[in-house]
């Protein structure tokens, strides 16, 4: 059933897209440029289409209005159909989405947005357990698993433009270790799809934040740590969610600053969001400036914030409502002026593709007091070798009930506390991207790196069966090797999986998962009325406190 359903899908995907009627051009990065086909220049006129999830905004933890579940943009045949004359209206030449399920079928939607030309901007990313955590950031199996399983999910459509590893992941000075796994996560994304032979783009989204970070953050992200001009961890499409023009605002007042930071940078730039609302309605007038002389040598465009309706605490960032039943749209005045503005757009070419400088990777921004991240980045996330930690630790976390998020971060906080006070650390499961250490268990998922420490617990008691129950969650695995440590499991499970390597998609039947529940869509918040914080790397906050404390400390003492 499964085997056929997935050969149905390609067979129809591949009639239609053989049938001639229709072929969306295929984009390629030369240096910092896009081109199409033809080797004329590429520009994103783009908007937002994703519908707003749930939001708890009387949650205290979550400042950024992150929502805690998503909806599928691409997935909705019926809402597809019903938006693409008004993306068409718009003259958009591609949408940017969230979050997606890949279990999902997408082909109506992926269809009908390449007959009309539009490109997909696709975040990997999902909220709460699917994202790279700015408070406990790592890059593991799980993650892993589920970026690749959408781009498999995706592989056989002709408009992805791109793939995004992340959304805002770093949102000040202080978080920007994360960009290690941000950048490990490009990596591993890009040896992917160039394994999968896949044109696909491999992008970041950045919030326009503090000057002190964001350029450093754009360089690290598009370095060679190696030095030796190699692209292999280098994003090649910079996005900026840049909320600066409002209202009647100038080139020189709103983007000259942030474009003469960006004048000598070596990949794609564009503006993943943009669409300040303040003064509202929109009149759009950034639109001609973001296309016209004075940016494109650095910008290739951007993506307006949002299709769909998006509340956030600086108001309201929809361009249309729809009817009671769903079935009609209507669109506001922020619609039709960006209609208008975006139907007026002609785009600069130059430089032609043939006259653009290669890329270059330059070397990477040195650490210091305002920028954390290392050179050293993680290893390469493996299945294979995490699924043998797994089976072989004597003690497995087991859980009773499948809402794993809800309780891991407790079971971490335990289970590390009572190591320290034996006298024993949980550095094996943690990773500091300041540092560049990256524990023997780092690069596997939260389960595994919890069965492991609390191994080290029962065999810190002798393997005492009371000490692997952790209230039931924990029970002692009947094939474990009685004289084989954590430890030792870990050293030889991993022994191979130290370094770089192409990522291999999870195995369909294997026990490691490939998709994570909850989810996400754009989420929003705003210190400054015209500064949007968006992002969706939420997580095991239990694990982000301990590690923090870990970290910053130097040390592990939970006594
Ligand atoms: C950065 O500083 C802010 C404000 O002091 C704090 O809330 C946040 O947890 C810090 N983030 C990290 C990753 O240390
Ligand atoms: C923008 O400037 C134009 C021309 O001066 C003016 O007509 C319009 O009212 C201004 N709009 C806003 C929102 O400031
Ligand atoms: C698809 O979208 C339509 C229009 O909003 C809605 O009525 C319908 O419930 C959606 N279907 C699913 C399965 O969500
Ligand atoms: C830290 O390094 C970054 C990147 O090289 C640089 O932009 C920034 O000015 C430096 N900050 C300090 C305090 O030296
Ligand atoms: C899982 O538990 C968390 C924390 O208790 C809760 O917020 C979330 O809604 C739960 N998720 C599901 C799918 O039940
Ligand atoms: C598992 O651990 C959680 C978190 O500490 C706890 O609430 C729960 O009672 C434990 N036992 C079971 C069977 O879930
Ligand atoms: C998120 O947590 C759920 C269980 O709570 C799990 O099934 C899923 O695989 C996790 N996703 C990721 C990406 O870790
Ligand atoms: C994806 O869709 C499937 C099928 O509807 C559902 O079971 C699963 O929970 C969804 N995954 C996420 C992450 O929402």
């Known amino acids: 059933m499964f085997t056929f359903s997935r050969l149905a899908a390609a067979f129809t995907v591949a009639t239609y897209l053989s049938s001639g009627v229709h072929a969306i051009g295929k984009i390629t990065r030369s ?33 950024f209005l992150e929502p805690s579940t998503f909806i599928d943009p691409l997935a909705n045949s019926t809402a597809c159909a019903r938006d693409l004359p008004f993306l068409q209206q718009l003259g958009v030449n ?32 999902l909220p709460v357990n699917g994202s790279i955590d700015r408070d406990s950031p790592a890059w593991t199996t799980n ?37 290690a796994f941000v950048k490990a996560a490009a990596r591993d994304t890009k040896a992917y799809l160039t394994s999968k032979s896949s044109p696909a783009l491999v992008g970041y989204a950045a919030i326009n934040g503090d000057d002190t970070f964001v350029p450093p953050l754009a360089n690290y992200l598009s370095c060679d740590p190696t030095g030796k001009n190699s692209g292999s961890s280098a994003i090649d499409l910079f996005g900026l969610n840049d909320y600066s023009w409002c209202g009647n605002s100038s080139f020189e007042a709103a983007y000259a600053d942030t474009t003469n930071q960006f004048a000598g940078y070596n990949v794609v730039a564009y503006f993943s969001e943009y ?15 973001l ?21 956030s605490a600086a108001g309201e960032f929809g361009m249309v409502t729809f009817s009671p039943d769903g079935s009609t749209v209507q669109t506001s005045t922020d619609f039709t002026n960006l209609k208008a503005q975006y139907n007026a757009v002609s785009f600069i070419n130059t430089p032609s ?9 330059p070397s990477c921004p040195q650490q210091n007091t305002t920028f954390l991240a290392s050179n050293t980045l993680p290893p390469t996330p493996s299945d294979a070798a995490c699924a043998c930690v797994e089976s072989k630790l004597s003690c497995q976390f087991n859980p009773q009930t499948s809402n794993t998020t809800a309780i891991i971060g407790t079971l971490f906080g335990t289970a590390c506390s009572l190591l320290g006070a034996k006298g024993d650390t949980c550095n094996d499961i943690a990773a500091d991207g300041s540092a560049g250490q990256y524990g023997l268990v780092s690069a596997c998922d939260p389960s595994t790196k919890l069965s492991y420490v609390m191994s080290e617990y029962f065999e810190a008691n002798n393997r005492d069966p009371q000490a692997c129950s952790f209230a039931g969650n924990g029970t002692v695995n009947p094939a474990a090797v009685s ?72 040390i592990w003492s939970l006594a």
């Open 143 to 179: 993650l892993l698993d589920l970026y690749i399983g959408t781009i498999n999910a995706f592989s056989k459509y002709d408009n992805v433009l791109a793939y995004n590893v992340g959304n805002e992941v770093v949102t000040a000075t202080n978080g920007t270790a994360a960009l």
């Open 94 to 125: 591609a949408i940017r989405v969230y979050s997606v399920n890949s279990s999902l079928n997408h082909d109506s939607c992926m269809q009908a947005l390449s007959s009309a030309g539009i490109y997909t901007i696709i975040d990997l990313s």
């Open 275 to 289: 669409g300040c609302n303040s003064p509202s309605p929109r009149i759009w007038t950034e639109v001609p400036a």
């Open 31 to 63: 240096g910092r440029y896009l081109f199409n086909a033809d080797g004329s220049r590429f520009y994103i006129k783009g908007v937002a289409y994703q519908e707003q999830g749930a939001v708890d905004t009387s949650d205290p933890n979550n400042p």
């Open 291 to 311: 296309f016209g002389s004075q940016a494109v040598p650095v910008w290739s465009g951007g993506i307006a914030f949002s299709y769909f309706p998006a509340e």
């Open 483 to 554: 004289s084989v440590s954590a430890s030792q499991v870990a050293s030889s499970c991993l022994s191979t999986a130290t370094g770089t390597f192409v990522p291999v998609a999870p195995s369909p039947t294997g026990g490691s998962s490939s998709q994570s529940s909850g989810g996400s869509s754009p989420s929003h918040s705003a210190g400054a009325a015209t500064a949007l914080l968006t992002s969706d790397s939420r997580g095991l906050m239990g694990v982000a406190l301990m590690f923090a404390i870990s970290i910053a400390g130097g």
């Open 353 to 361: 593709q043939s006259s653009a400088p290669a890329a270059a990777y």
